[in-house]
């Protein structure tokens, strides 16, 4: 079974609305962390925001924030105010293994986002 | 701030040759790893690393090997290339405990696009 989902393969919004992409994870660990990368058509994964399992509010980071719901066990990213420079491919991701430190990722299939004018 | 380089960005090789793809990060991580990148499919893992020397399997080690013979170099290698490993090769590095800001995130090279001819 696939360890992060994105179901989204492809959005589009209007340069400075908001956008939701939507992930969902499986895990049975209590301790685990969520992340987002973007992946802009240049290649390189740029971090962008993380959740840990324990922490009770969201993350944000800027325009970025992660809308963590534990018990519907989805973290979905929200960006504000969108740039066409937020035109990337987004990828959520999940570490768990609890106390584990090899610090390996499950990575969805990721969203790819385009914002016009 | 972190670096992790990748020897070539674009790569094209003969079916039956045997690929290397390096890797060289600069903060010292403990952890590193390679992922291919295929369109819908995400980042999949191949190989990760603890440790000088130290390998894991990932979720589709099958045609590739790599080689850890110093903590800030990891290698891909493709013994003997096909066509279906055309593709995308990420690599990555973390640190064992804590990071910049106690995530653990991953860094990524630039990616390599290898094509098998």
């Known amino acids: 079974a696939q360890k992060i989902t994105q179901t989204q393969p492809g959005m589009f919004v209007q340069e400075k609305e908001a956008v939701t992409l939507d992930c969902t994870y499986d895990t049975s660990d209590q301790s685990y962390g969520l992340f987002w990368y973007k992946q802009p058509s240049s290649g390189e994964m740029i971090f962008l925001i993380y959740q840990g399992s324990y922490d009770e509010q969201n993350a944000t980071e800027g325009r970025y924030s992660l809308n963590f719901q534990k018990a519907r066990k989805s973290a979905n990213l929200v960006i504000s105010a969108s740039q066409l420079g937020d035109s990337a491919m987004y990828f959520c991701a999940m570490r768990d293994g609890g106390g584990s430190t090899l610090g390996r990722l499950y990575f969805g299939r990721g969203t790819q986002l385009t914002v016009w004018p | 701030d972190v670096k992790v380089t990748q020897s070539s960005r674009y790569l094209v090789k003969r079916t039956g040759e045997k690929v290397f793809l390096e890797c060289v990060q600069d903060?010292?991580?403990?952890?590193m790893f390679w992922y291919r990148q295929d369109p819908g499919l995400g980042l999949r893992l191949i190989y990760f690393?603890?440790?000088?020397?130290?390998?894991e399997k990932g979720d589709i080690p099958e045609g590739y090997s790599v080689s850890r013979e110093k903590k800030e170099r990891f290698s891909l290698i493709l013994e003997s290339a096909s066509t279906n490993q055309t593709s995308m090769y990420l690599c990555?590095?973390?640190?064992?405990?804590?990071?910049?800001?106690?995530?653990?995130?991953?860094?990524f090279g630039p990616g390599t696009r290898l094509t098998v001819l």
């Open positions: 690393s603890y440790d000088v020397k130290m390998k």
């Open positions: 990555a590095s973390s640190p064992t405990s804590g990071g910049r800001r106690g995530y653990n995130e991953q860094f």
């Open positions: 903060m010292d991580h403990e952890n």
